[in-house]
């Protein structure tokens, strides 16, 4: 069968089950080894049946047992750079793209120039702090997590995208023992009884999803140890929960009196990050 024909037919038994067409270039591109525009140039080719029969068993698990695509190909794309990733961490999410983005806009603003520590608590997979890194080289990245699995894929990640990081593992701020400029973090910050999607709860790891009952506890723990571990001007970047806008600015100011905060939109038009400006000089 010729490819074009091929990537038709699987296209259409994705939307028939109310699964994203989109699943089926992610899987071949990696079962052909290319690139979706080396894809492209093979539409007219036929594909092997051994090639068929990788697909399907690669797709069945999508389809029919409730797995995700990048655990399945055992990567993911984050700010341009494929991350590794597997059940043991938290698939990184669009929105965090944009929390990364704006980190960089805000170095720009405000600290161009400068070399700056910075910290990532929870990093699971390395993306926020690696990104970072890559993007960025007057960043020197700290990234932290409480889970010495995720710990392990970060480095993996870090190597193979060829950035110094320093991995710490521990509880929140725990394992930190300097001062840093800027603290990112997006902890777990689904409320522990919020009905999550099965394809999300039943295979990322649950320690990377809930964030107490009310959605808040790592920002709360953060907010309330942070002082410790800034530098008297230092920004604090969080990713939040679409609804959590005032309830951060709350703890934001209750911890940090005097600061600024800057509540931030995603694409969506959401509330999904606040930045915590500390001491002066943050006047655009
Ligand atoms: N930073 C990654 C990203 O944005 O894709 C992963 C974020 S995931 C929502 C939260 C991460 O926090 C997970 O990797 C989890 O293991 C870690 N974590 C959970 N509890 C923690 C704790 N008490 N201390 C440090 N890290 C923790
Ligand atoms: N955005 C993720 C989700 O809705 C949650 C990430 C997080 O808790 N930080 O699945």
């Known amino acids: 069968?010729?490819?074009?024909?091929?990537?038709?037919?699987?296209?259409?038994?994705?939307?028939?089950?109310?699964?994203?067409?989109?699943?089926?270039?992610?899987?071949?591109?990696?079962?052909?080894?290319?690139?979706?525009?080396?894809?492209?140039?093979?539409?007219?080719?036929?594909?092997?049946?051994?090639?068929?029969?990788?697909?399907?068993?690669?797709?069945?698990?999508?389809?029919?047992?409730?797995?995700?695509?990048?655990?399945?190909?055992?990567?993911?794309?984050?700010?341009?750079?494929?991350?590794?990733?597997?059940?043991?961490?938290?698939?990184?999410?669009?929105?965090?793209?944009?929390?990364?983005?704006?980190?960089?806009?805000?170095?720009?603003?405000?600290?161009?120039?400068?070399?700056?520590?910075?910290?990532?608590?929870?990093?699971?997979?390395?993306?926020?702090?690696?990104?970072?890194?890559?993007?960025?080289?007057?960043?020197?990245?700290t990234a932290t997590d409480i889970s010495s699995k995720a710990l392990a894929i970060a480095k993996e990640n870090a190597n193979k995208l060829g950035v110094d990081i320093t991995f710490l593992e521990g509880d929140m701020l725990e394992p930190l023992t300097k001062k840093y400029d800027i603290l990112v973090s997006n902890p777990p910050y689904i409320p522990e009884d919020e009905n999550v999607d099965s394809l999300v709860k039943d295979n990322e790891p649950n320690i990377a999803l809930f964030g107490g009952s009310d959605g808040l506890k790592f920002y709360r723990i953060i907010l309330e140890n942070a002082k410790n571990y800034l530098k008297d001007r230092a920004m604090i970047c969080f990713e939040h929960g679409y609804d959590k806008k005032k309830e951060i600015e709350d703890l934001a100011k209750i911890n940090f009196p005097t600061a600024k905060v800057e509540t931030i939109k995603d694409l969506e038009g959401k509330d999904r990050m606040t930045f915590i400006y500390i001491g002066g000089g943050f006047d655009e």
């Open 1 to 141: 069968m010729k490819l074009a024909k091929f990537i038709k037919i699987k296209q259409e038994e994705a939307i028939t089950v109310l699964k994203e067409e989109s699943a089926v270039i992610f899987l071949l591109e990696d079962v052909l080894k290319c690139d979706a525009t080396t894809l492209f140039n093979k539409l007219n080719e036929e594909i092997s049946d051994e090639d068929i029969n990788k697909f399907n068993s690669l797709f069945d698990l999508y389809l029919n047992h409730n797995k995700p695509i990048q655990y399945l190909v055992g990567y993911t794309t984050f700010y341009g750079y494929d991350f590794i990733v597997n059940e043991d961490v938290l698939i990184p999410r669009f929105e965090t793209e944009e929390l990364v983005e704006n980190i960089l806009y805000r170095y720009d603003t405000f600290f161009k120039g400068q070399d700056l520590d910075v910290v990532d608590i929870g990093t699971g997979s390395g993306a926020i702090a690696i990104s970072l890194a890559k993007e960025e080289s007057h960043l020197h990245v």
